[in-house]
Structure formats: structure tokens, C-alpha cells
């Protein structure tokens, strides 16, 4: 069984995991927060929101199956070798437990705070039924030839796919709206410093390892930490750069969905004139 070559780096691998886990699972609380100060999930994108519950959801299922499950483990040492570590920590499979409920309580959010005229596009129940229906396809294949390592790996594609699109929505809503009211920055900077911790974490390993099989066998852990960082980076750019919001009078979502800041200002304006 493969074992750590240096105790330092090795302590420094589950130092970058636990503050990886922590900062991408306090990314959360920002935006929770925000929605309940405001009342109102108006310039939280619902289609990040459901297509992050399928990342999230596939994340876990990878996670957990090859941490736990001793025929993946062994199926994944067969293919990769036996002197390879198994690229999957305890901390990445307490993120996405814990990623997975507090999408779910987001969605919550959305059906007792105030939202506008916004809902689930049909393009995002689309890809998420597609996704799933062909997910459910591939286990009953799976269970047919015993092919566990194949299929945790299909669950890890998805959740690779999921992040590279999940984003997207958003992205565009603030470029619409030419705003970034509502969307919380600070899940960002969390999301962020987990994604290059996340990176580095797999960096030790190698370093310890002396190879690059780690990051190709988790190539869903490399990509994800990469999208991360990329499209976080765009959100810095469109929060402090294209959209601040110190420079906003009124930050609305639309003519439908106007924010509780503009309503009050609306009322107070109101009370002033009487």
C-alpha cells in the first residue's frame, strides 16, 4: 500500500485539505445570509442553484464510493497501480455532505423569500433530467459487469460538466443586468482560496509521490479546482471592475424584480413627499 515518502509534506496535504474543506464550505454561509438579511433571493441565479445541487450530488457519490467502498479502492489501484495513493481525502467527502445540504437549503431560500419574476429555466431542467436519466442508465450497466471504477467515474464527469456550466448562468445574469447586487462576493472569495488550495493539496502529493498520476487519477478534482479559479476570477472582475456596487444608485435586477433597497428607497422618497 502506498504510503507518505516525507511526514512534513504530509501534514502539509492535510493542511491544505481541511482549509480547502473550510473555505469552500463557509463559500456557503455568505450568500444563506444575505438572502435572510434581504428577505429576498432576487440576483441569486436559480439555475446555478439547481445545476450546483447535480454537481454537488455526483461530487459526493465519487467521493464517497472511493473513499469507502473497498472493491472501488482496490479496482482504482488495479488500474493505476498499487503504489498509488487513493486521491480522494476525508475532507473531500465531508465538503460535499456538507455542499450538498446547503445547496439544498439555498433552494429552500428561493421558496420563501421574495424572488421576482425568476424561475428555473427550461434549458436547466432539461440538462439536469438528461444528466440524471443518463446517470441512472450507466449504473444499471455498471451493476451488469461489476464496473464500480467506471461508474464513480462517470459521476466524477458529471460533476466536472456541472461546474464548467454552473457558473454560466450566473456569469450572464450579472453581464445582463450589469449588476452584481444580490450575488453575494463573499461566497466567492471563499470558493476562491478553496479552489487553489484544493490545487496545491494535489501539488504535495505529487511532490511526495514523484508523479502526475494523482492529479490524472482525480482528473475531476484538477479540473474543478481550475474552473474554480477561473470563473471566480471573472466574478472579481465583474464585481470591482465592470459592475461596482458603490457606483450603483438602484441596484435592480429588472423592470419585474426590483431589490428591497430600491423598494425602501421608493418608500422612504414617498414618506418625504407627504
Request: aromatic share 14%; hydrophobic share 50%; charged share 15%.
Amino acid at each position: 500500500m502506498a504510503s507518505w515518502n516525507s511526514v512534513p509534506l504530509e501534514i502539509c496535504y492535510q493542511t491544505l485539505g481541511w482549509i480547502a474543506f473550510f473555505s469552500w464550505s463557509f463559500s456557503f454561509y455568505p450568500q444563506i445570509i444575505l438572502n435572510y438579511r434581504r428577505k429576498s433571493v432576487v440576483g441569486l441565479n436559480f439555475d446555478f442553484l439547481v445545476l450546483n445541487v447535480t454537481k454537488h450530488s455526483s461530487y459526493l457519490i465519487y467521493n464517497a464510493v472511493l473513499f469507502f467502498s473497498s472493491v472501488v479502492r482496490r479496482q482504482y489501484k488495479e488500474k493505476y497501480g498499487f503504489d498509488e495513493m487513493i486521491p480522494v481525502a476525508a475532507n473531500d467527502v465531508a465538503f460535499s455532505t456538507h455542499a450538498v445540504l446547503m445547496t439544498l437549503f439555498a433552494l429552500y431560500q428561493v421558496t420563501i423569500f421574495e424572488r421576482g419574476s425568476q424561475t428555473v429555466s427550461k434549458i436547466c431542467i432539461s440538462i439536469s433530467t438528461v444528466v440524471w436519466i443518463t446517470a441512472i442508465v450507466c449504473v444499471i450497466l455498471a451493476s451488469q459487469s461489476q464496473s464500480w471504477l467506471w461508474l464513480i467515474s462517470v459521476f466524477n464527469s458529471i460533476q466536472v460538466v456541472m461546474t464548467v456550466i454552473k457558473y454560466t448562468p450566473q456569469a450572464w445574469m450579472n453581464f445582463r443586468r450589469k449588476s452584481t447586487a444580490g450575488f453575494s462576493i463573499g461566497n466567492i472569495l471563499f470558493d476562491l482560496l478553496g479552489g487553489v488550495m484544493n490545487f496545491a493539496q494535489m501539488g504535495v502529493q505529487s511532490i511526495d509521490q514523484g508523479t502526475l498520476v494523482n492529479f490524472l487519477g482525480n482528473i475531476g478534482k484538477t479540473l474543478l479546482s481550475l474552473v474554480v479559479i477561473f470563473y471566480d476570477l471573472i466574478f472579481f472582475v465583474q464585481r470591482y471592475i465592470l459592475y461596482p456596487l458603490k457606483a450603483e444608485k438602484f441596484p435592480v435586477i429588472s423592470k419585474e424584480t426590483v431589490t428591497p433597497l430600491l423598494k425602501s428607497s421608493d418608500r422612504e422618497e414617498k414618506s418625504s413627499n407627504v
